[in-house]
């Protein structure tokens, strides 16, 4: 059973940054390639950021280029998600989510686990 834990989310003023933490326990960490996603409240969940198995490959949504970075390290079983000038609209909940295929999905059902969220809150 793969597990996966967010941390780090909060309250922000508009331009700071935050820094999220995805801890995964289970299977091995280094065969799942892993995305974030977010929710704002009254919409559909929506694609941030995947990053390959390997760690060599991202991909971001064009709302976010330029001002998140994700990044892993295999052998803390753990996936980063770095937001640097934050937006009003950025504020969601954030979810991390894993899966064991090579290729990276922009779609929520392309993964097969997810965290429980973490909230993240930009003030104007």
């Known amino acids: 059973q793969v597990q996966l834990v967010e941390s780090g989310g909060g309250l922000v003023q508009a331009g700071g940054s935050l820094r999220l933490s995805c801890a995964v326990s289970?299977?091995?960490?280094?065969?799942?390639?892993m995305a974030w996603f977010r929710q704002a409240p009254g919409k559909e969940r929506e694609f941030v950021v995947a990053i390959s198995r390997s760690g060599g490959s991202t991909y971001y949504a064009d709302s976010v280029k330029g001002r998140f970075t994700i990044s892993r390290d295999n052998a803390k079983n753990t996936v980063y998600l770095q937001m640097d000038s934050l937006k009003p609209e950025d504020t969601a909940v954030y979810y991390c989510a894993a899966t064991p295929r090579s290729s990276w999905y922009a779609g929520r059902y392309g993964y097969d686990y997810w965290g429980q969220g973490t909230q993240v809150t930009v003030s104007s």
């Open positions: 289970g299977r091995t960490f280094s065969s799942y390639t």
